[in-house]
């Protein structure tokens, strides 16, 4: 846990300069291969991980920005605790081709999807019918799996209450895009690559 990063994949904005965030990562190779994991191997590793109370101890919380810490996921997979501080959330967004799941370990989150499956390039501007929003509060010990292209925003609305989750991606994010909407309109804002939050 020692090199920093300066963004949160699943974050919509960039977090305070006073936010903490750790890596921790194996170095060692391996000449045997590693099967990929399934979505159902990401939700049961975010759920048993976000039970580890001492970890989740571990995390600095932060009145302001969001904090989190880089965590080491099955299969070779991305995984992040996160701390989402009160009123904070991630904007729209989705993570490409990547499968991916997440658990609240503390407090409650909000998270708002699409039920469609937007293009996946060539276009700036969608108008979405009616129909298509789907919205769940997880509370601490629920999650959520997805698959590619699932565009979601995730929220912690509490007034007063910190919340923390776990979430992994596979492969480990090769983009993720970012979204604005007014009502019915969707529109792409910006593409973002993994040197733009490592």
Do not use: C
């Amino acid at each position: 846990m020692s090199s920093a990063h300066s963004a949160v994949p699943t974050a919509g904005s960039v977090p305070s300069p006073s936010s903490t965030s750790t890596s921790t990562s194996s170095s060692s190779s391996s000449s045997t291969a590693v099967a990929a994991p399934t979505i159902t191997e990401l939700l049961d590793f975010v759920r048993r991980t976000s039970r580890n109370e001492a970890l989740i101890a571990s995390l600095p919380l932060d009145p302001e920005g969001r904090t989190w810490i880089r965590l080491d996921g099955p299969g070779g997979s991305e995984a992040w605790l996160i701390g989402w501080p009160p009123g904070t959330g991630t904007g729209w967004h989705d993570h490409a081709d990547s499968i991916g799941a997440f658990t609240t370990a503390a407090g409650a989150l909000k998270e708002h999807s699409l039920a469609v499956r937007l293009p996946t390039d060539g276009w700036k501007t969608l108008e979405l019918t009616d129909g298509v929003d789907r919205s769940r509060e997880l509370a601490a010990g629920q999650g959520r799996a997805f698959g590619q292209n699932h565009v979601h925003e995730v929220l912690n609305e509490s007034e007063d209450v910190h919340a923390v989750s776990v979430h992994a991606y596979y492969p480990p994010l090769p983009r993720i895009r970012r979204f604005s909407r007014t009502g019915a309109v969707l529109r792409l804002e910006q593409t973002e690559s993994p040197e733009d939050w490592q």
